[in-house]
């Protein structure tokens, strides 16, 4: 990924036209903003059409972003935004896969594919509030209005979330014992 200083050039460039400079955004923030709708959809698939759309939407909307601020935060909020649209305009994302994609197992610890698991095997409505909160560093006023929920509801569903999610993590912390 690009230094903050390289991303300030690139963006000058982009908001000028230069198309190689948006080409070589786009292929170092396709992990973050992919991530970043992965991490709501659990979809591979839908993962993928979200994070083309958001960067697509990202780089035409250069001349809004701060250069004094990261790039990467302010595209991973976009392909979230996007992926929290495609979640509630397609229903069929709410029965998910318990485990997360094989490229994340490569390049992450054993303990973060375990949680990513853990996470994955939340109710739809659990999962967001927590990845958003959590792994997008929203606040919970924040996750409330992309969701336009109450702030008690999504922190009510965080609180749950977060007790599931560690009495998850408990049960496949026994079971590998049994295991062993």
Same mark, same amino acid.
Do not use: C
């Given at each position: 990924?690009?230094?903050?200083?390289?991303?300030?050039?690139?963006?000058?460039?982009?908001?000028?036209?230069?198309?190689?400079?948006?080409?070589?955004?786009?292929?170092?923030?396709?992990?973050?903003?992919?991530?970043?709708?992965?991490?709501?959809?659990?979809?591979?698939?839908?993962?993928?059409?979200?994070?083309?759309?958001?960067?697509?939407?990202?780089?035409?909307?250069?001349?809004?972003?701060?250069?004094?601020?990261?790039?990467?935060?302010?595209?991973?909020?976009?392909? @979230?935004?996007?992926?929290?649209?495609?979640?509630?305009?397609?229903?069929?994302?709410?029965?998910?896969?318990?485990?997360?994609?094989?490229?994340?197992?490569?390049?992450?610890?054993?303990?973060?594919? @375990?949680?990513?698991?853990?996470?994955?095997?939340?109710?739809?409505?659990?999962?967001?509030?927590?990845?958003?909160?959590?792994?997008?560093?929203?606040?919970?006023?924040?996750?409330?209005?992309?969701?336009?929920?109450?702030?008690?509801?999504?922190?009510?569903?965080?609180?749950?979330?977060?007790?599931?999610?560690?009495?998850?993590?408990?049960?496949?912390?026994?079971?590998?014992?049994?295991?062993?």
């Amino acid at each position: 990924m690009p230094t903050r200083s390289d991303d300030a050039v690139l963006v000058r460039l982009a908001r000028a036209g230069d198309r190689e400079a948006v080409a070589r955004l786009a292929e170092a923030y396709w992990p973050v903003a992919w991530k970043a709708a992965y991490g709501i959809l659990f979809d591979r698939a839908a993962s993928d059409d979200v994070t083309q759309e958001a960067l697509e939407r990202a780089l035409r909307s250069l001349d809004r972003f701060d250069e004094a601020r990261p790039l990467a935060p302010w595209i991973s909020r976009i392909a @979230a935004n996007r992926a929290l649209d495609e979640l509630r305009r397609n229903r069929r994302l709410a029965e998910l896969p318990a485990d997360p994609p094989s490229d994340w197992a490569e390049e992450a610890s054993e303990a973060h594919v @375990a949680v990513a698991a853990a996470v994955a095997r939340l109710a739809p409505e659990k999962r967001v509030v927590l990845v958003l909160h959590y792994w997008l560093d929203y606040t919970v006023r924040e996750v409330a209005e992309a969701l336009d929920l109450p702030v008690g509801t999504v922190a009510a569903r965080l609180s749950r979330a977060r007790a599931e999610l560690r009495e998850a993590m408990q049960d496949d912390e026994e079971e590998e014992e049994h295991v062993a």
